[in-house]
């Protein structure tokens, strides 16, 4: 029997869903998955399980975590060995401010470039709101791969921030979104991850009657 519950919701179209269980699989959490889909009666039953009405929900023995970020920070104490931040403090606070800058900013890309990992879309038209949040992960990618040799934001291995900017990754893929050569191959490295390559693969058997949700979840 696994020792952690990770409820979700659908793979196609929930990024948020995609981030917690990046982090879970990082951790080595052994976790089942719980999948609630844009149904009222699933809606209502996520509503029952977590006030906030947020995903994912991560159940590990008595304790209940149903923020992305909370999620990472429990997994950090949980799981040490595990190695989701950098060693080093000061890289493992700017790993916690681009973190929270993903999981409280770019409202314009979420809204203007929902996540569907089935779709593509070709001579996509961004606005200006979506272009300048693109330019700000160009910004920071650009800074961390530099700053840290890559091929992952901080080194040769993917961490938390990784996992928070892994939908981003596949939002620019199904939108078309032209890149620099080294934000290009960044995101290539991300979409290219086993535990994503999993993760689609779940996503293309996903039932197509689940519909698009009207948020993001």
Same mark, same amino acid.
């Given at each position: 029997?696994?020792?952690?519950?990770?409820?979700?919701?659908?793979?196609?179209?929930?990024?948020?869903?995609?981030?917690?269980?990046? &982090?879970?699989?990082? =951790?080595?959490? *052994?976790?089942?998955?719980? $999948?609630?889909?844009?149904?009222? #009666?699933?809606? +209502?039953?996520?509503?029952?399980?977590?006030?906030?009405?947020?995903?994912?929900?991560?159940?590990?023995?008595?304790?209940?975590?149903?923020?992305?970020?909370?999620?990472?920070?429990?997994?950090?104490?949980?799981?040490?060995?595990?190695?989701?931040?950098?060693?080093?403090?000061?890289?493992?606070?700017?790993?916690?401010?681009?973190?929270?800058?993903?999981?409280?900013?770019?409202?314009?890309?979420?809204?203007?470039?929902?996540?569907?990992?089935?779709?593509?879309?070709?001579?996509?038209? &961004?606005?200006?709101? =979506?272009?300048? *949040?693109?330019?700000?992960? $160009?910004?920071?990618?650009?800074? #961390?791969?530099? +700053?840290?040799?890559?091929?992952?934001?901080?080194?040769?291995?993917?961490?938390?921030?990784?996992?928070?900017?892994?939908?981003?990754?596949?939002?620019?893929?199904?939108?078309?979104?032209?890149?620099?050569?080294?934000?290009?191959?960044?995101?290539?490295?991300?979409?290219?991850?086993?535990?994503?390559?999993?993760?689609?693969?779940?996503?293309?058997?996903?039932?197509?009657?689940?519909?698009?949700?009207?948020?993001?979840?």
């Amino acid at each position: 029997m696994a020792e952690a519950t990770l409820t979700i919701s659908s793979r196609n179209y929930s990024s948020w869903s995609l981030r917690g269980w990046l &982090l879970c699989r990082m =951790a080595g959490l *052994d976790f089942t998955v719980e $999948v609630l889909s844009g149904d009222p #009666a699933s809606r +209502a039953e996520l509503l029952h399980l977590t006030p906030s009405f947020l995903v994912p929900r991560l159940t590990h023995g008595g304790v209940r975590v149903w923020d992305v970020l909370a999620i990472a920070q429990y997994l950090t104490e949980v799981r040490p060995e595990a190695g989701l931040l950098p060693d080093d403090l000061a890289a493992r606070s700017w790993s916690r401010s681009i973190s929270g800058e993903m999981h409280g900013g770019f409202i314009n890309l979420r809204s203007a470039l929902p996540m569907n990992l089935r779709a593509r879309y070709t001579d996509f038209k &961004l606005w200006g709101g =979506a272009q300048a *949040d693109i330019a700000r992960v $160009v910004e920071i990618w650009q800074e #961390a791969l530099k +700053a840290h040799g890559g091929p992952y934001l901080f080194g040769k291995r993917p961490m938390v921030a990784d996992a928070m900017y892994a939908p981003v990754c596949t939002r620019f893929v199904t939108y078309g979104v032209d890149l620099p050569p080294d934000c290009a191959a960044y995101r290539d490295t991300i979409m290219d991850w086993d535990l994503m390559r999993e993760w689609i693969a779940a996503a293309e058997d996903e039932p197509e009657e689940i519909e698009e949700l009207d948020m993001e979840f």
